[in-house]
């Protein structure tokens, strides 16, 4: 039994001495790394704090520019915007002169901006991206399709709704130029853009309208279906059933 103890003792010994060597190994590791991080940290500690003094300097300049160029731009934009808009909703809601109006709104008038003049001197603001919008419609209204396919093309918005509006007038303008292949693709971007129950049964018709015109009875089908099917309340749906009868 004593010889056993003596044993189990040694090995304890050894154990706890390898125990401590490796913790030293460690800790001489960690030195090491320490010292290691520390040299390159004096070594680079010049364009560390080069980067960040650039970094500190471009918010600056950023903030600079944001507050006093483009914030007064879009201001300015807007009240541009104002005089514009005016006479385009005074076109739309008018039973005569629509052509001047919409002229008016695309060209300006009293010494105002019109939507073109806001499209070149204020480009990348929110009021631009309105204008290319209106003026695009105006277009249309002036049977001007080339022109409004161009402008409502550089449109781009978050509202579903309009985004949809936009692209079926595209394909409204293409068939009045007889395109009907690309009027039929942009009524199918303009029901991806948006399912609201203004817009799509609408949409849908014209359509299925276009592909009927087209020959594509099986197409020209789905879309009067989806009229019956999903929007059943609407104005649409009150003859689509001779749509239907048409398509098959």
Same mark, same amino acid.
């Given at each position: 039994?004593?010889?056993?103890?003596?044993?189990?003792?040694?090995?304890?010994?050894?154990?706890?001495?390898?125990?401590?060597?490796?913790?030293?190994?460690?800790?001489?590791?960690?030195?090491?790394?320490?010292?290691?991080?520390? +040299?390159?940290?004096?070594?680079?500690?010049?364009?560390?704090? /080069?980067?960040?003094?650039? +970094?500190?300097? +471009?918010?600056?300049?950023?903030?600079?520019?944001?507050?006093?160029?483009?914030?007064?731009?879009?201001?300015?934009?807007?009240?541009?915007?104002?005089?514009?808009?005016?006479?385009?909703?005074?076109?739309?809601?008018?039973?005569?002169?629509?052509? !001047?109006?919409?002229?008016?709104?695309?060209?300006?008038?009293?010494?105002?901006?019109?939507?073109?003049?806001?499209?070149?001197?204020?480009?990348?603001?929110?009021?631009?991206?309105?204008?290319? /919008? !209106?003026?695009?419609?105006?277009?249309?209204?002036?049977?001007?399709?080339?022109?409004?396919?161009?402008? %409502?093309?550089?449109?781009?918005?978050?509202?579903?709704? +309009?985004?949809?509006?936009? %692209?079926?007038?595209?394909?409204?303008?293409?068939?009045?130029?007889?395109?009907?292949?690309?009027?039929?693709?942009?009524?199918?971007?303009? %029901?991806?853009?948006?399912?609201?129950?203004?817009?799509?049964?609408?949409?849908?018709?014209?359509?299925?309208?276009?592909?009927?015109?087209?020959?594509?009875?099986?197409?020209?089908?789905?879309?009067?279906?989806?009229?019956?099917?999903?929007?059943?309340?609407?104005?649409?749906?009150?003859?689509?059933?001779?749509?239907?009868?048409?398509?098959?």
């Amino acid at each position: 039994m004593a010889t056993y103890k003596k044993k189990s003792n040694k090995l304890r010994k050894s154990r706890v001495a390898n125990e401590n060597s490796s913790t030293k190994k460690v800790f001489d590791t960690l030195d090491t790394s320490a010292n290691k991080s520390e +040299l390159i940290i004096s070594k680079y500690q010049n364009y560390l704090l /080069y980067g960040v003094a650039i +970094l500190i300097v +471009l918010f600056a300049l950023y903030f600079t520019y944001d507050r006093y160029v483009v914030q007064p731009k879009i201001d300015e934009s807007n009240a541009e915007l104002f005089t514009a808009q005016k006479y385009f909703d005074m076109a739309l809601n008018s039973s005569n002169d629509k052509d !001047s109006l919409y002229n008016l709104s695309l060209n300006g008038a009293d010494g105002k901006f019109g939507f073109l003049d806001i499209i070149e001197n204020y480009n990348g603001t929110p009021a631009a991206n309105i204008a290319y /919008y !209106s003026s695009g419609m105006a277009y249309y209204h002036l049977k001007k399709y080339d022109l409004a396919i161009e402008y %409502l093309n550089q449109f781009s918005s978050k509202d579903d709704v +309009l985004n949809s509006l936009s %692209l079926s007038t595209i394909g409204d303008s293409f068939v009045q130029i007889n395109q009907f292949d690309d009027a039929l693709s942009f009524y199918e971007k303009a %029901l991806n853009a948006s399912s609201n129950s203004f817009t799509s049964p609408i949409i849908l018709l014209k359509a299925g309208d276009v592909s009927l015109k087209t020959g594509n009875n099986k197409k020209a089908l789905k879309f009067f279906n989806s009229i019956k099917t999903d929007y059943p309340k609407s104005s649409e749906a009150d003859l689509i059933d001779i749509k239907i009868e048409q398509a098959k």
